[in-house]
């Protein structure tokens, strides 16, 4: 039989199939919370400008209630024939209260209230990813604060560098998910806008008040345009991009921590709450959620693509390919909630192995900078030249199995007859981060001005 929402005109009902690629309850009951609260603040609206009577509007009011505790109580018999949550919803009020329920459309399409709940949802979102992301912060700013000065290996190339602190590496990270939160916040203040009250794209001719439905649902304002309001999903796309960004410092992050814990590196060891181990080798503690949120940027990123990619080319107003963006954000949501919540748990339980990050920042030649800025400030070198000697002494170093700050000074004149023995000041890893005092470096004063910076800002 024909659709008792839309069926007016039509004889017959959908083909089976028809309803399966159209139904989007499956998924879109996700929106329950988002659309009752979107219809009361509607319901509300027509009666306080008088377009229903206020006895209805009370009817809907508490008949929308009613099938929400029923939604929430898992009570619920959800539709597939009924399509998606918002006749879902009101089929199931027009039970309940009879006929205001009719009475509650007026003025409003799907495509206005559709654009509303979801704007809700990732608003929502947005509010879940800035809380995760201050408890990310927080936790990587205690490992920051314990470690201000462990001296570890600085990498460029993955090739020891220069030393530079824990403190300081974490730090790195506190500012890239620090960009993450801002990402949010300018998302969030952008998409709070009501596209209620576009109705299907036009506007409508009754005198509604988009002001009143927007205050009502804590939007700042209606947006400025219907055609606008019911065609875009810009705000998905930007949660998603932000999503995007976020999940790529999370892989970074886990990348580090997977060779940081590995047999070979010994940088930190995981608590077992965070590590699995292996059914054959009994050795093996397997740093399985770094794996994990290293991974799930793929995910993520594929949400990401797939909507841009729905998007594009969409003449205004709606199309129904604009009902493929509520999987692709929920799963991206979840997803980042879930990584979030996990680097979170696994770095505030994480050890680090402040002896071997210190062992390993003292191998490798990591102060041949410091010894060539010796050259610089002390002799008068030209950098290049200084560049040059310092390259001789490491090669002379490597060959002979030792570290630069076990050359004898009879060594390093061989080289260079200039040479002092005030040059073995700088080559120990301390004095080397300590020395760095450039504003954002690495020495520990440095940082914990850094750490300091942002104890006030999440105060
Ligand atoms: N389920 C639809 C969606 O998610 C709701 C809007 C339907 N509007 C329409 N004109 N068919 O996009």
Same mark, same amino acid.
């Given at each position: 039989?024909?659709?008792?929402?839309?069926?007016?005109? +039509?004889?017959? /009902?959908?083909?089976?199939?028809?309803?399966?690629?159209?139904?989007?309850?499956?998924?879109?009951?996700?929106?329950?919370?988002?659309?009752?609260?979107?219809?009361?603040?509607?319901?509300?609206?027509?009666?306080? %400008?008088?377009?229903?009577?206020?006895?209805?509007?009370?009817?809907?009011?508490?008949?929308?209630?009613?099938?929400?505790?029923?939604?929430?109580?898992?009570?619920?018999?959800?539709? %597939?024939?009924?399509?998606?949550?918002?006749?879902?919803?009101?089929?199931?009020?027009?039970?309940?209260?009879?006929?205001?329920?009719?009475?509650?459309?007026?003025?409003?399409?799907?495509?206005?209230?559709?654009?509303?709940?979801?704007?809700?949802?990732?608003?929502?979102?947005?509010?879940?990813?800035?809380?995760?992301?201050?408890?990310?912060?927080?936790?990587?700013?205690?490992?920051?604060?314990?470690?201000?000065?462990?001296?570890?290996?600085? +990498?460029?190339?993955?090739?020891?560098?220069?030393?530079?602190?824990?403190?300081?590496?974490?730090?790195?990270?506190?500012?890239?998910?620090?960009?993450?939160?801002?990402? +949010?916040?300018?998302?969030?203040?952008?998409?709070?806008?009501?596209?209620?009250?576009?109705?299907?794209?036009?506007?409508?001719?009754? #005198?509604?008040?988009?002001?009143?439905?927007?205050?009502?649902?804590?939007?700042?304002?209606?947006?400025?345009?219907?055609?606008?309001?019911?065609?875009?999903?810009? +705000?998905?796309?930007?949660?998603?991009?932000?999503?995007?960004?976020?999940?790529?410092?999370?892989?970074?992050?886990?990348?580090?921590?997977?060779?940081?814990?590995?047999?070979?590196?010994?940088?930190?060891?995981?608590?077992?709450?965070?590590?699995? /181990?292996?059914?054959?080798? #009994?050795?093996?503690?397997?740093?399985?959620?770094?794996?994990?949120?290293?991974?799930?940027?793929?995910?993520?990123?594929?949400?990401?693509?797939?909507?841009?990619?729905?998007?594009?080319?969409?003449?205004?107003?709606y199309s129904k390919d604009m009902q493929e963006d509520k999987e692709q954000v929920f799963?991206?949501?979840? %997803?980042?909630?879930?990584?979030?919540?996990?680097?979170?748990?696994?770095?505030?339980?994480?050890?680090?192995?402040?002896?071997?990050?210190?062992?390993?920042?003292?191998?490798?030649?990591?102060?041949?900078?410091?010894?060539?800025?010796?050259?610089?400030?002390?002799?008068?070198?030209?950098?290049?030249?200084?560049?040059?000697?310092?390259?001789?002494?490491?090669?002379?170093?490597?060959?002979?199995?030792?570290?630069?700050?076990?050359?004898?000074?009879?060594?390093?004149?061989?080289?260079?007859?200039?040479?002092?023995?005030?040059?073995?000041?700088?080559?120990?890893?301390?004095?080397?981060?300590?020395?760095?005092?450039?504003? /954002?470096? %690495?020495?520990?004063?440095?940082?914990?001005?850094?750490?300091?910076?942002?104890?006030?800002?999440?105060?």
């Amino acid at each position: 039989s024909a659709n008792s929402m839309w069926g007016g005109r +039509f004889a017959a /009902g959908p083909d089976a199939i028809m309803e399966a690629i159209n139904a989007s309850i499956g998924f879109d009951r996700r929106l329950y919370a988002q659309d009752i609260r979107g219809s009361r603040a509607h319901a509300a609206m027509l009666a306080a %400008t008088g377009i229903i009577e206020g006895s209805d509007a009370e009817a809907i009011g508490k008949g929308l209630l009613t099938v929400l505790s029923e939604i929430e109580a898992g009570d619920f018999a959800f539709r %597939t024939d009924l399509e998606d949550i918002h006749m879902n919803v009101e089929a199931r009020l027009k039970e309940i209260i009879g006929e205001p329920a009719g009475r509650l459309h007026t003025g409003r399409s799907r495509n206005d209230q559709v654009a509303t709940d979801f704007r809700l949802w990732v608003r929502d979102q947005c509010d879940a990813a800035i809380d995760g992301l201050t408890a990310l912060i927080r936790a990587a700013l205690s490992q920051a604060e314990a470690g201000a000065d462990w001296v570890m290996p600085g +990498f460029t190339h993955l090739q020891t560098a220069q030393p530079v602190t824990w403190g300081h590496h974490m730090m790195a990270y506190v500012e890239m998910f620090g960009r993450d939160l801002s990402r +949010f916040q300018d998302a969030r203040r952008r998409m709070n806008e009501s596209p209620l009250g576009a109705a299907a794209l036009a506007g409508t001719g009754y #005198p509604i008040d988009r002001d009143m439905t927007a205050a009502a649902l804590d939007f700042d304002r209606p947006m400025a345009n219907s055609l606008d309001a019911v065609s875009d999903r810009d +705000f998905a796309l930007e949660f998603l991009a932000a999503s995007s960004i976020c999940a790529v410092h999370l892989s970074r992050l886990a990348e580090e921590l997977v060779i940081w814990s590995s047999a070979q590196f010994r940088f930190v060891s995981m608590s077992d709450k965070w590590s699995t /181990g292996s059914s054959i080798m #009994p050795q093996k503690r397997n740093p399985d959620a770094a794996e994990l949120i290293r991974a799930k940027i793929g995910r993520i990123l594929g949400a990401t693509v797939a909507l841009f990619t729905v998007m594009k080319g969409l003449p205004l107003a709606y199309s129904k390919d604009m009902q493929e963006d509520k999987e692709q954000v929920f799963d991206a949501a979840d %997803t980042l909630m879930l990584a979030l919540a996990a680097m979170t748990g696994m770095l505030s339980d994480l050890t680090a192995n402040r002896d071997r990050l210190e062992a390993a920042a003292s191998s490798g030649f990591s102060t041949a900078t410091d010894l060539a800025d010796w050259l610089v400030r002390e002799l008068g070198l030209p950098f290049r030249d200084a560049h040059h000697v310092t390259g001789s002494l490491v090669a002379l170093a490597e060959g002979r199995g030792i570290d630069l700050p076990d050359l004898t000074l009879d060594d390093m004149t061989g080289v260079h007859a200039g040479i002092t023995q005030d040059v073995f000041s700088v080559l120990g890893v301390h004095n080397s981060v300590a020395s760095r005092q450039s504003y /954002g470096g %690495t020495a520990p004063a440095q940082v914990r001005a850094q750490i300091a910076r942002w104890k006030e800002i999440l105060a």
